[in-house]
């Protein structure tokens, strides 16, 4: 399919997912990569990314939702026999779903336990479920204490096959802050309860703390999308979404005129403004307009004024030769992902995922 030269076009490299893939691997010191897929591969597309990623060796995945799974599972196809954890683990209601597509929950509490553990009782070897421990997040998961009751119970377990106990770092993005330290010591406690497990902590930024947080499995999600590990880009990683927009409009504007809506911008001198085809319409987040910077004819440009729905006016020089149908970079080699998040105020995952529907997509480097 031709893409439209008037709309915002979002490029999805899985030939730079493939190289953080291996980057990523390579700092966890070879140990088993589960990627973590969750909404829609954090908005880049979990049928294209995860079939990228399998080409090249990951076996298992995580997503939130059970309606992810499942949508992954048909997405794989039976060819890719894929372990899909389900981190929202099994509500109340949800074992035949979870059954049907083979999918292994990652448990969060007593009830989600017994749930899953009354339907495994039957089944020879029981079924198999990953457990979350609590170790200091308070989102989700079994306490500590809770985890051994369950183990010293009589049939508190009975009909599970724990195939892995993980638990979820809260500050690894700042490594010097102390509660790294502490939930080490916590998930290490808890592992020690269930021997024949494997154990997970690392999350993107986990992988990049060291040896000591590691354990058997790691599963890193930004880092896989270019988001650097500490909120700034990292050199091993590249950048997976690249998004341009075309110039609609030159403008000559006026010392004393304004732009965009609420007038916050007035210009001082005789200034030269392209107006882009992208707003918050398509993803581009509205507080970027503060300290956002594009890429254009070699240079940074600032934008100028209130993003609309549709549209964002950036500064041009007056001898820069550039016409409408121009393309403009917002996202991609040099408009990196965690400066744009920076910029608005935010983070790289919500860069990401609030990238809209309208944009126009392609996919690079894609393998059966």
């Not at 008037?6 to 966890?28: C, E, K, P, S, V």
């Not at 377990?157 to 509660?179: K, N, Q, W, Y």
């Not at 590249?238 to 609609?248: K, M, N, Q």
């Not at 970079?329 to 998040?341: F, I, K, N, Q, S």
Request: include cysteine.
């Amino acid at each position: 399919m031709s893409l439209d030269p008037f709309h915002g076009h979002l490029t999805i490299d899985l030939g730079a997912l493939a190289h953080n893939y291996a980057a990523l691997r390579h700092q966890a010191q070879g140990l088993q990569i589960a990627p973590v897929v969750k909404a829609d591969a954090y908005g880049l597309g979990a049928a294209q990314v995860s079939s990228r990623l399998w080409a090249e060796g990951a076996r298992a995945f995580f997503v939130a939702r059970i309606s992810e799974g499942e949508t992954l599972r048909t997405a794989l196809g039976p060819e890719r026999p894929a372990t899909i954890y389900v981190l929202d683990g099994a509500p109340s209601g949800s074992a035949p779903r979870l059954l049907a597509c083979d999918l292994t929950p990652v448990l969060n509490s007593a009830a989600q336990v017994s749930e899953w553990s009354s339907h495994g009782r039957s089944v020879k070897g029981g079924l198999r479920a990953a457990l979350q421990i609590d170790t200091g997040m308070n989102r989700l998961g079994l306490r500590v204490e809770e985890a051994k009751a369950l183990v010293q119970s009589f049939d508190g377990l009975r009909g599970l096959s724990i195939d892995l106990v993980m638990s979820h770092l809260a500050c690894a993005s700042e490594p010097a802050h102390p509660a790294n330290a502490a939930q080490l010591a916590r998930f290490q406690e808890a592992r020690s309860l269930f021997p024949e497990a494997r154990a997970s902590l690392a999350n993107s930024a986990g992988v990049f703390l060291g040896q000591d947080y590691l354990f058997d499995l790691v599963r890193p999600g930004i880092s896989l999308y270019g988001g650097g590990p500490f909120g700034v880009s990292h050199p091993s990683l590249r950048p997976v979404a690249h998004l341009t927009a075309p110039i609609l409009q030159i403008r000559e504007v006026r010392p004393g005129e304004t732009i965009g809506y609420g007038a916050t911008f007035t210009a001082d001198r005789p200034t030269r403004a392209a107006i882009i085809a992208a707003g918050y319409a398509d993803g581009v987040l509205r507080s970027f307009g503060k300290a956002g910077q594009v890429w254009l004819g070699g240079a940074y440009r600032k934008v100028l004024g209130r993003l609309s729905m549709d549209m964002t006016a950036i500064e041009i020089n007056h001898d820069l030769v550039v016409a409408p149908g121009d393309r403009v970079e917002l996202l991609g080699d040099h408009v990196a992902l965690d400066d744009a998040a920076s910029a608005s105020g935010t983070i790289a995952y919500e860069c990401l995922v609030r990238l809209a529907p309208r944009l126009q997509r392609t996919y690079l480097g894609a393998k059966a």
